[in-house]
């Protein structure tokens, strides 16, 4: 109710679940030993198992009867069926790509030149004011401290301060 209301996933895992806290859900994902069994709608989990030619004994709750399935020595049997490799075939290297990126190093680089070449075409005002604001702040670091000595201790350390503003003032 609170995810309904809040218009909100909530996700929960819970081992063995009451009928109650089991009603409460509108999606169930039913995982053993780290396969997915179901997923789907919590009101499609019996008639999923009823498809299989599964039906639960009387009196057994939906959430404990996909538990017992799970675990029967049916559900492992399933599991493996689904755990198995898929065909391949001999030649399938030739049409599946296996490199973790569509383009190659220079490729990509080249690509992004390129945009970055046609956004500083199409801002040029953009561009144009970032480089009088670099100017402007070197002239002023540079005439504001072109008397500065280099004596002391006193002194590198306002000269660090002025290299420290200027850069941040660069890079910001």
Known sequence: MVGKAMRATLVATLLQPSPEVYECFDDVLLLSHGRVVFHGPRTDLLPFFVSLSLAPLPGMTAADFAQAFAASETGRKMAQC???APYTHPLQDLVLHKEPYGLSAPRMWAVTMRREGLLLV??????????SQILFTGFLVSTAFVGLKHRDSNDANLFMSVVFFSLMTIFM
């Open 122 to 131: 199409r801002n040029t005002q953009f561009f144009i004011a970032g480089i």
């Open 82 to 84: 689904v755990a198995q």
